[in-house]
């Protein structure tokens, strides 16, 4: 393996085999580091290279920039003079990239298969060749961190994050302001815990308001002990990072392609979380067999975040009352632009319920969500939800009917966004950026490869410019890549360290 490492003036030795040891696929073979020339006199990378044997390379910014990288940082670029030094120094050798960059702190470290050494997938009985093989671990090769908004970079039309285009509307922004302009008071939630009960016709005490959906994912690892607790992916990665950053064991539900529907889950599992629609596979699952998941002694967790781009709710299940352990996570961020206010909610058991917002501080969500809350479960806010679930119905069509040959939808997609397969995806995302274009790498999520694809669903014309840029870089292949052609202000990761 070949780690590219990128690291700040002073970083020790254990910052550094912290960082490496949190990204090493399983049974990795020889290491070795690689850098950029001015950082390979470090003191801390020399001695963390030599107390694990470890050759170290030093390489010219030169050398390095002439390398494209999946993940670019203008600022980086700027700096050193390559848009990501971790990348570039893993991939020089023309090895096939593993793990993306990931930060750790004041280290930077991306993982690559060392050209010189034999690949796996050339010993189709090696059991890491195979990703169903039943010796195969690979937790440790997706950064569960990873998300849509790291790729959706200014300059570039954005495919990547599946918030609505063109919110928050007008009159949510006036709710917003009005709420900003009432902020010197602490938030009070009463209003919007009444109107979020009302809206799915259940006890005020069944209510949790969180500060986004996602909040809730490390209350619950906060709050309970699991014994056997299992995540079904490929699904949204945050509540299995949530689950291992408070030290419990996660299982791994892998559903199979195409479908990706339901399959079996361990029977004794007492905590059990998916989504519905499922991000990133947009495939919605049937109600009732969701709901066949619950059982007495069990957390039944159902991430409903993009419930509502599904015209009329079909398999919700928020208004369940009769199921026990039953927990729905919601969130307003898809549908009415709000991921910057982070506002969410979850139904379920009083006692339940109550055991999270044991976790959380005083005031956790601000007075603008609260504002929102109640602005967005109105009557005439939800008619509007459904309206736009309406319009994305046709909207996705006009996406699939677009799409080139070549290009595969998997599943049947019921969500604001689509799965895609593409030979080479990795290279394809590459070009798309180039061109304009940013959309969500899949490999990130537990159960993917490096040849999926999330898009995001926009309008028809916007839709139809992606799939004709899709089909010349299909048409064309592979093309070494011009290192600074992106329009300017483009930065798809602020946080990569040199």
């Avoid at 593993?98 to 702190?105: C, E, F, P, R, S």
């Avoid at 002990?225 to 490929?234: F, I, K, L, M, Q």
């Avoid at 049937?286 to 409903?304: C, I």
């Avoid at 299940?317 to 206010?341: F, I, M, N, Q, Y």
Wanted: aromatic share 2%.
């Amino acid at each position: 393996m070949v780690v590219g490492v990128g690291a700040r003036t002073g970083v020790r030795a254990e910052e550094v085999l912290a960082a490496v040891d949190a990204v090493l696929p399983p049974r990795s073979g020889p290491v070795r580091l690689a850098t950029l020339d001015t950082r390979a006199a470090e003191p801390g990378l020399r001695e963390a290279a030599a107390s694990r044997g470890w050759p170290l390379s030093g390489h010219p910014a030169a050398a390095l920039v002439t390398v494209p990288v999946p993940t670019p940082s203008d600022r980086v670029a700027a700096a050193v003079g390559t848009a990501s030094v971790a990348e570039a120094a893993a991939l020089l050798t023309g090895g096939r990239l593993l793990v993306a960059k990931t930060v750790h702190g004041r280290v930077t470290v991306a993982v690559a298969e060392d050209a010189d050494q034999p690949h796996l997938d050339a010993d189709p009985d090696h059991p890491d060749a195979d990703p169903d093989h039943p010796d195969t671990d690979r937790d440790h090769d997706v950064d569960l961190r990873h998300h849509g908004d790291v790729e959706a970079t200014e300059g570039l039309v954005d495919l990547a994050v599946n918030v609505r285009a063109g919110t928050p509307p007008a009159w949510l922004r006036t709710v917003l302001h009005d709420a900003v302009d009432a902020s010197a008071a602490y938030p009070d939630p009463r209003a919007a815990r009444a109107a979020v009960a009302a809206a799915h016709g259940r006890p005020e005490a069944e209510v949790l308001l969180t500060a986004g959906a996602a909040e809730t994912f490390t209350l619950l690892a906060r709050a309970l002990r699991p014994r056997r607790a299992v995540v079904v992916h490929p699904s949204f990665t945050e509540p299995e990072a949530a689950l291992r950053a408070a030290g419990h064991a996660v299982e791994r539900v892998l559903l199979a392609p195409p479908s990706y529907r339901l399959g079996d889950v361990p029977t004794d599992a007492d905590l059990v979380v998916l989504g519905n629609p499922t991000n990133p596979t947009s495939v919605l699952h049937a109600a009732a067999d969701v709901a066949a998941l619950a059982r007495p002694g069990r957390v039944l967790v159902v991430d409903e975040a993009f419930a509502d781009t599904a015209p009329g709710e079909p398999e919700s299940l928020a208004g369940r009352t009769d199921l026990p352990g039953l927990l729905v996570v919601r969130s307003l961020t898809k549908t009415w632009g709000l991921a910057g206010l982070r506002v969410g909610y979850a139904l379920g058991p009083a006692d339940l319920v109550a055991a999270l917002a044991a976790q959380q501080p005083h005031w956790p969500v601000s007075a603008p969500a609260l504002a929102a809350l109640v602005a967005c479960t109105t009557p005439a806010a939800r008619a509007e939800a459904e309206a736009a679930a309406v319009a994305l119905e046709a909207d996705r069509a006009a996406l699939l009917a677009a799409l080139p040959p070549g290009v595969e939808v998997v599943g049947t997609p019921r969500a604001s966004f689509v799965l895609l397969r593409v030979p080479g995806a990795a290279r394809v995302r590459a070009q798309l950026r180039d061109r304009g274009w940013a959309v969500r790498r899949g490999d990130t999520f537990p159960g993917l490869s490096a040849d999926h694809l999330r898009v995001a669903v926009r309008d028809p014309d916007t839709s139809r410019a992606f799939a004709t840029a899709l089909a010349e870089i299909l048409v064309t292949g592979p093309q070494r890549r011009d290192p600074h052609p992106r329009p300017p202000g483009t930065a798809p990761t602020p946080d990569e360290t040199s």
